[in-house]
Each structure stands twice: as C-alpha cells, then as structure tokens.
C-alpha cells in the first residue's frame, strides 16, 4: 500500500504564494503519474497539474502560467509551486500518485487533502 501525505496549505491573500507538497512512501517500485486535484464547495474534483516520470507536464487552464508542478524522484515527492493566487483557488488540494508497488501490481492512491484559502 502506498501512502500520499500533502503538506504546505493555508490562508494567504489575493496575489500571495504557496507551495504543496506531497510524499509518497510504502513499497514502490514506480512511479508513473504525480498530480494535483482540488475540491472547491459545491463543485466537482478537478485536475489542476499533473506530472509523468518523464517530466512532461499538464495543467488546467485557469492555472496556467501561475501554478508550476515539479517531481523530486529521488524522493518520491511532488510539489505545487503556486504564485498570484485568486480567491476562485481556494479549494481542497488532493495529491494522486499511480505506479506499481511490485512489477506487475499497480496502485492508485489519494492524498487526504490539504485547504487552501484565499482571501484578504
């Protein structure tokens, strides 16, 4: 089993910075697709960046430009490099991981999630 442990979120204001973090730990063999997810109230679970082994890179339209997501693998981590924050971000920030624990055993795993708030 492979657990995701976020870490960075909080209150900022309007045009401030924060940067997520997320770690992998438990039996991995690899890692194939690192991503960041958000939940806002009353809305659906989006994808807002996510990041291959390979480091090729995808990202939501309303945070292009602002957010930046970067992979340690070394340490099995990811982070959101998030600037000029709006207060339409804040949301429930969710790390999402998938890989195989062992060849030939996939796994899929959450994050508990992490808030951030946006707002003077």
């Known amino acids: 089993q492979v657990q995701l442990v976020e870490s960075g979120g909080g209150l900022v204001q309007p045009g401030g910075t924060l940067r997520l973090s997320c770690a992998a730990s438990?039996?991995?063999?690899?890692?194939?697709?690192m991503g960041w997810y958000r939940q806002a109230p009353g809305k659906q679970r989006e994808l807002v960046a996510a990041?291959?082994?390979?480091?090729?890179?995808r990202y939501a339209d309303s945070v292009k430009g602002r957010f930046t997501i970067s992979r340690d693998n070394a340490k099995n981590t990811v982070y959101l490099q998030m600037n000029s924050l709006k207060p339409e971000d804040t949301a429930v920030y969710y790390c999402?991981?998938?890989?195989?624990?062992?060849?030939?055993?996939?796994?899929?795993?959450w994050g508990q999630g992490t808030q951030v708030s946006v707002s003077s």
């Open positions: 999402n991981a998938d890989g195989y624990s062992l060849p030939g055993r996939p796994f899929g795993s």
């Open positions: 990041i291959t082994d390979g480091g090729s890179t």
């Open positions: 438990g039996i991995i063999f690899s890692i194939n697709r």
